[in-house]
């Protein structure tokens, strides 16, 4: 299957400071990829839509100037989470389209972050 | 609304007994279903998908799931569980003419193998 490469995998920074979290489709072209957030109770929460070329489209309540996202290219997107508190602490993962068929998705490893 | 149930939180088997992990969808047209599984601070891993054709789908690592039309479910099963299949399963679904290629997303269930 394709691969999606996701990184830091780990992050740990202060209150304020701000993370750029990476995602790259390796042997693919990704015109589209999702942005998640995991809550420790598991469920997937879907942050926003990037598409390549354009602005991101962000789900409702997840704020857009708090949660810089960026597709420049058909193999990147970025996820930069701008004065992180402490509360933003929180597994995230990308995904990509990998087939425009049926929309399968193929996911990055994560990215774990703490806001100390 | 489209929707996606896992009605159970977490199951737990038995090493060796067969598992089932419970899905049920609600969505317009023809859905695309998928089971994905996530381990422990890991990604998501593909499993198994039904598009069309042959009701019972065999996925990876022994898996199967069996899209049921009139229950609009997609049970995921196998004949015999191993410890290492402990982790977290999702059920999603995609409605099959939604561009957007979103899909929706079942709250997960955690599987746990007992030795």
């Known amino acids: 299957g394709a691969v999606v490469s996701q990184h830091p995998s780990r992050v740990i920074c202060k209150s304020g400071t701000s993370v750029k979290i990476e995602c790259r489709s390796l042997?693919?072209?990704?015109?589209?990829m999702f942005w998640y957030r995991q809550f420790p109770k598991k469920s997937l929460m879907l942050m926003a839509t990037?598409?390549?070329?354009?602005?991101?489209?962000?789900e409702q309540g997840v704020e857009k100037d708090k949660f810089l996202i960026n597709h420049a290219s058909l193999t990147l997107s970025t996820l930069t989470v701008t004065s992180a508190h402490p509360e933003d602490s929180s597994f995230y993962i990308c995904?990509?389209?990998?087939?425009?068929?049926?929309?399968?998705?193929?996911f990055g490893e994560g990215s774990r972050l703490t806001v100390l | 609304a489209q929707s996606v149930a896992q009605p159970e939180d977490q199951v737990n088997v038995a090493e060796g007994n067969p598992l089932t992990v419970k899905c049920t969808y609600s969505v317009s047209g023809n859905p695309y279903l998928f089971w994905y599984v996530q381990y422990p601070n890991r990604g998501l891993q593909f499993l198994l998908k039904y598009i069309t054709g042959d009701n019972l789908v065999k996925g990876s690592y022994g898996f199967e799931a069996e899209f049921n039309k009139s229950q609009t479910s997609f049970h995921l099963k196998k004949p015999s569980a191993l410890v290492s299949d402990s982790a977290l399963y999702f059920c999603a679904v995609r409605f099959s003419m939604d561009s957007n290629y979103q899909l929706i997303w079942g709250a997960g269930t955690k599987l746990i193998i007992k030795p």
């Open positions: 042997d693919f072209q990704a015109t589209t």
């Open positions: 990037s598409n390549e070329g354009s602005k991101a489209t962000y």
């Open positions: 995904s990509a389209t990998g087939d425009l068929n049926t929309g399968e998705l193929f």
